[in-house]
């Protein structure tokens, strides 16, 4: 583990704890609010900052626990905390989780191999790949460049939930917003198993 990626890990396990603080301070029926931070830059370096106003703020999204147990079996006891009004719904082999933004967090049971799906992301011809914003052994956020010309995110994660090591990704072949996809991953490392 790298020394940059210890620091990440000490951050997030120290936000982490105040907003533990923080829910256990809040009122249960009011949904959590948070605005999405910009991903870690994986092979550039952050610019320094600049005397002039960012362009647009980011827009606040109102977080709540969704229970996906009425999806089915493979909802059963499972919680993700997910933008206000997302739902979740079992399809083929998946537990989908929607966003009312239009993203999909698509739940498999089984973990991914994270270095096949680099490979993969790698060499579509479809969705070519532009850049990794995140590079972890867990998660794995790419930009990409679609038929159109046009400019997208995508991702691919892991996590454990209860005993099984998920995987989570992005709709295939979909292109998500910086900011949408900034979601589904706090959605895919909010899953639980009660």
């Known amino acids: 583990m790298s020394i940059r990626s210890l620091g990440v ?7 982490a704890g ?29 610019p320094a900052a600049s005397a002039e106003p960012a ?15 009425p999806a089915g079996a493979r909802g059963k ?53 532009k850049r990794y914003t995140t590079d972890t052994p867990e998660t794995i956020v790419y930009e990409i460049v679609t038929p159109s010309g046009t400019n997208g995110y995508n991702f691919v994660s892991t996590k454990k939930v209860g005993d099984k090591i998920v995987t989570c990704e992005g709709k295939k072949e979909a292109s998500y917003t910086r900011e949408q996809v900034e979601q589904l991953v706090m959605a895919c490392r909010s899953l639980e198993k009660k």
């Open 9 to 15: 890990l000490l951050l997030l396990v120290g936000i």
């Open 18 to 46: 105040c907003r533990k603080d923080q829910e256990a301070a809040r009122p249960a029926d009011k949904p959590t609010t948070t605005a999405p931070s910009e991903p870690r830059q994986a092979d550039t370096q952050r």
């Open 55 to 69: 362009a647009e703020a980011p827009v606040a999204v109102h977080v709540a626990e969704v229970d996906c147990t």
């Open 77 to 129: 006891g499972i919680t993700v905390k997910a933008p206000e009004g997302a739902t979740c719904k079992e399809v083929a082999e998946a537990l989908v989780i929607a966003t009312p933004e239009g993203g999909e967090l698509v739940i498999h049971e089984t973990a991914a191999d994270m270095a096949a799906r680099k490979k993969a992301i790698e060499s579509d011809t479809n969705n070519k790949l």
